[in-house]
């Protein structure tokens, strides 16, 4: 492992969107040694000195083999130190190297800090449309502190000479502090990192309090199909868990989550929602099933037959669990329910029936389908005892229905409403519109904009 070019940098200006923005990032190679200094290399300049130029941000490394990616994905060459790097390294990857490893560079002692999270400037300088596309990538870099002074050049060994064992990756780091910040284990880890920049520690310090009132679960997570299974009718269960095996977090049982998907290429994001229908331990099982009709001209079905594909090993972005159709919204006192569902309203019925008897209410739940064959989860409802009725007025007029959950297409709730209004239904009712309709957007804090890490 060695460096292969070394780059220092004059404070100047660049344009960005026709406005002079005062900036170092424009590097050029030097021949020769350059002294390493505590603060950076010697002539290396630097703009907004309140953030840079500090120990934690000293010298920033980029993997020589990161270019021909690049270049191949840009399009073009690029200039040596596009990146703002001071040293351009056959060195550890970001998926190598661990916040807190010392790292042996010509004569000095360095010690990897923190990865390089990108400005405006970067996005400007490759052409990106957002620094946020940078940051996908992980193909950032890392700014290293400078434990013990000296000099390098290029050519010069660039070695790990002693690994911060437990402390995470550079690309781990990335991953958890802007995307994963739900996730209360990783960002423990991410706290507890060697020798870790305290601005950092503070900024993770916040993410953990947010990430830890939400139960571990802050906007859309990426989960894993861990099975697919049919489940009759133009429908399939997907069980889903975290790829890094850790925990979901609470729900009740006839909650929904949101998921988030881009269904065919090039199209807007898409959010729909879709009952939890089992769970065991940290996984959750869908229910999904196509839409009766689909145009990609239109933007119809397109959500449900995306997810309905997806296999085993696939991956879905999904929002916590909400919604008040749950034991938990009964009055006190209530002790019969009725259950109504029709359509895919089926999906939270079953688990909230099964909760409802856990809980030792008297629930009659009407399944209402005036058409032949049967429904998806048909096994398990009529296991629950579920009726099943072709008549609504027969299923509400039978006896008394104590409080009313329903949950169906719109058209169902809708002469539902209705019909309990005619018979005089002074009970609790919730009403749940299973079909298209609004994704309550989940709270999440967007990534940093001037993070610990930004480069000036
Ligand atoms: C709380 C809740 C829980 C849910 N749980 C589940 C569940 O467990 N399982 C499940 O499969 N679904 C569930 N849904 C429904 C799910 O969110 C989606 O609405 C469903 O999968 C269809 O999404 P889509 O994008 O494929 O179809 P959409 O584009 O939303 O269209 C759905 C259907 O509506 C009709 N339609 C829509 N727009 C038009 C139009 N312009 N012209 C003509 N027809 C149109 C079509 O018949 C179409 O097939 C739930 C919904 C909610 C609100």
Redesign the pocket.
Known sequence: MRVVRVQVGRAGEIVIDGRAVPTAIVKRPVEGPVAIGRLGLEGDERVLRRRHGEEHHAVYAYPEAHYGWWEERLGRTLAPGIFGENLTVDGPLETEARIGDRIACGTALLQVAQPRIPCRKLRHQLGLRSSLDFLATRRVGYYLRVLREGVVQAGDRFEVVERAEGSPTVDTFVRIATEDYWDVVGLRELIAARDLDPTWREDLGDKLARAEAAEGWLGFRELEVVRREAAGEG?VHLWLACPWGRPLGPHRPGQ?VGVLVRPVEGSRP?R????I?AREGERIR????V????SVE????????YVHALEAGGRLAVSAPR?SWTAEALPRGVRRVTVLSAG?GI??AVPLVRDLREAGLAVRAVHFRPEPGEPPLWDEARALGFEREGDLDVALRERPPGAVYAAGPRGFVASLGERLEVLGHDGAAFV??????PVPVPAAPPPPSEPPGCDG
């Open positions: 429908a929904a898409m729909r929602r879709y009952a229908t869908l229910t999904v099933r839409a009766a009709r689909r239109e933007g119809v079905g397109l959500v449900s037959s919604g895919m999906a939270p749940e519109e299973v079909g298209p309709g």
